[in-house]
T-cell receptor, first 115, second 115 residues
Framework: AQKVTQAQTEISVVEKEDVTLDCVYE???????LFWYKQPPSGELVFLIR??????QNEISGRYSWNFQKSTSSFNFTITASQVVDSAVYFC????????????FGSGTRLQVQP | DAGITQSPRHKVTETGTPVTLRCHQT?????MYWYRQDPGHGLRLIHY???????DKGEVSDGYSVSRSKTEDFLLTLESATSSQTSVYFC??????????????FGSGTQLSVL
C-alpha cells in the first residue's frame, strides 16, 4: 500500500522568510509519480508540480523549488521569500504507475504567512 | 482551467436520506475520481472510473455508490446519508491516467452537511 506523510500540520512564518514543507512517501512500486497541490482559502486545488520517480533532478520555478531524494523517500517543497499569498494548505501526493492511477494524498500542511 | 463542474456546491441533508452529487466534465477525459476531504486526512479516494460503465472502489467506498453512463458525467450517491459523511467532496479528471504524464484536475468541491 502507498502512504504519504506530511508531519508538519501547521507552519507559521513571517513574510520574506524561507520555508520548507516536508513530504515522505512509501511505495513498493519502482515507477511512481509525486505531486504537490496548493489549496488556498478559497478551497480549490491547484496543481504545482509533478515529478516522475526516474527523474531525480530538482526543480525550481520562481520562488518555488522541490528537492526529490529517492534514497530517503522524500519530496520536499521550499518557498523562498514567502509572501502572504502563499498562505494555503499544501498537499503532497503519490500515484502508482499502473492500475487505478489515482493519487494518494498526505494530510496536508497549513502554511500561514504573516505580514 | 479544466472544464469540471460539480453540483450542488453546497447541500444540507438529514441522516437517512439519499444524496446524489454530480460531476460534469467537458474535456472528454477517460478517468474520473471522487475524493472526500476531511481535517487531518487530506483527500481520500472514494471511487473512480476508467471509462463509461467502468468503475471501481477506493479506500473509503463504504456507504457510497457511483455510476457513469456517459463520458462526461460521474455521479456519487450516498444511499442513506450518515453524519460521518459530512465532508467536502471533490471530483477529479485525468485524460489517460497518471502514468501518461497526466495530472489530476479538480472540481471546485461540494460541501455536504448531514444533520
Amino acid at each position: 500500500a502507498q502512504k504519504v506523510t506530511q508531519a508538519q500540520t501547521e507552519i507559521s512564518v513571517v513574510e520574506k522568510e524561507d520555508v520548507t514543507l516536508d513530504c515522505v512517501y512509501e511505495t513498493r512500486d519502482t515507477t511512481y509519480y509525486l505531486f504537490w497541490y496548493k489549496q488556498p482559502p478559497s478551497g480549490e486545488l491547484v496543481f504545482l508540480i509533478r515529478r516522475n520517480s526516474f527523474d531525480e533532478q530538482n526543480e525550481i520555478s520562481g520562488r518555488y523549488s522541490w528537492n526529490f531524494q529517492k534514497s530517503t523517500s522524500s519530496f520536499n517543497f521550499t518557498i523562498t521569500a514567502s509572501q502572504v499569498v502563499d498562505s494555503a494548505v499544501y498537499f503532497c501526493a503519490l500515484s502508482e504507475a499502473t492500475g487505478r492511477r489515482a493519487l494518494t494524498f498526505g494530510s496536508g500542511t497549513r502554511l500561514q504567512v504573516q505580514p | 482551467d479544466a472544464g469540471i463542474t460539480q453540483s450542488p456546491r453546497h447541500k444540507v441533508t438529514e441522516t437517512g436520506t439519499p444524496v446524489t452529487l454530480r460531476c460534469h466534465q467537458t474535456e472528454n477525459h477517460r478517468y474520473m475520481y471522487w475524493y472526500r476531504q476531511d481535517p487531518g486526512h487530506g483527500l481520500r479516494l472514494i471511487h473512480y472510473s476508467y471509462g463509461v460503465k467502468d468503475t471501481d472502489k477506493g479506500e473509503v467506498s463504504d456507504g457510497y455508490s457511483v455510476s457513469r453512463s456517459k463520458t462526461e458525467d460521474f455521479l456519487l450517491t450516498l444511499e442513506s446519508a450518515t453524519s460521518s459523511q459530512t465532508s467536502v467532496y471533490f471530483c477529479a479528471i485525468s485524460e489517460g491516467g497518471i502514468s501518461l504524464n497526466e495530472k489530476l484536475f479538480f472540481g471546485s468541491g461540494t460541501q455536504l452537511s448531514v444533520l
